[in-house]
């Protein structure tokens, strides 16, 4: 079945150190996506790729990276330099914007950070 | 720019209740408008959307029309099980830009008790 696996479900990290969060999918989808969730915000922009090789900065870029060097995966990492880094993060991913139902994107499950 | 404002939760219902959830929109042009729902635990999945005005999307047995003259696209359950708790997201795409960007409300939290 097509989907997008998210890895790990569950992460504690120390103050100080970098974490990557895996997001893979099978979809054959251009667009990838990385949101964060916090209790009574909604869903933030962290970064976004239309193609790959190339990704943009969404809402809230600051103290994370991105590399999108094959269709299949976005990584995300989560530097020391995020000052509140424990939070949810949701990887989602869609068809380029030229397609027909571009705007319908498919989730993952998430991966849980903690910062200890 | 473009902003979704949904109601705060929790909505809480007793089982075969009528339910309403409001949602609200800021957009220039015809943005499209999305349901989203996320169970516990899990990411979102798409519940129902709806691309122009007075189109009606419906899944589920949850129904949300596009009323551009209101800048709305309140979702609505005839009879809510315990099933359907989970947080509901309303969400708009907007037109204009290159990216395939969602913007979405804070989310409304339906507790429903047998």
């Given at each position: 079945?097509?989907?997008?696996?998210?890895s790990p479900k569950y992460l504690f990290r120390k103050e100080g150190q970098n974490v990557t969060l895996s997001c893979e999918q099978n979809l054959n989808h251009d667009a990838m996506y990385w949101y964060r969730q916090d209790p009574g915000?909604?869903?933030?922009?962290?970064?976004?790729?239309?193609?790959v090789n190339d990704f943009q900065k969404g809402d809230i870029?600051?103290?994370?990276?991105?590399?999108?060097?094959?269709?299949e995966s976005f990584p995300l990492t989560v530097t020391s330099a995020q000052k509140n880094p424990t939070a949810f993060y949701l990887c989602a991913s869609g068809r380029g914007p030229a397609s027909s139902g571009a705007n319908v994107l498919t989730?993952?499950?998430?991966?849980?950070?903690t910062v200890l | 720019g473009n902003s979704v404002t949904q109601m705060e939760g929790p909505v809480t219902l007793s089982e075969e209740a009528f339910l309403t959830i409001n949602?609200?929109?800021?957009?220039?042009?015809?943005?499209?408008?999305?349901?989203?729902?996320?169970?516990?635990?899990?990411?979102?999945q798409l519940l129902l959307k709806a691309t122009k005005a007075d189109d009606k999307g419906s899944n589920k047995g949850f129904e949300?029309?596009?009323?551009?003259?209101?800048?709305?696209?309140?979702?609505?359950?005839g009879s809510v099980q315990v099933s359907d708790s989970a947080v509901y997201f309303c969400a708009l795409?907007?037109?204009?830009?290159?990216?395939?960007?969602?913007?979405?409300?804070?989310?409304?939290?339906?507790?429903v008790q047998p």
């Open positions: 079945d097509g989907g997008i696996t998210q915000q909604g869903l933030r922009l962290i970064y976004y790729s239309q193609i870029a600051e103290g994370y990276s991105v590399s999108r060097e094959k269709k989730f993952g499950a998430g991966s849980r950070l | 949602c609200t929109y800021t957009a220039t042009g015809y943005p499209s408008l999305f349901w989203y729902v996320q169970y516990p635990g899990e990411g979102l949300a029309t596009y009323r551009k003259e209101t800048t709305s696209f309140h979702l609505e359950k795409h907007g037109y204009g830009g290159a990216t395939n960007k969602l913007i979405f409300g804070t989310g409304t939290l339906l507790a």
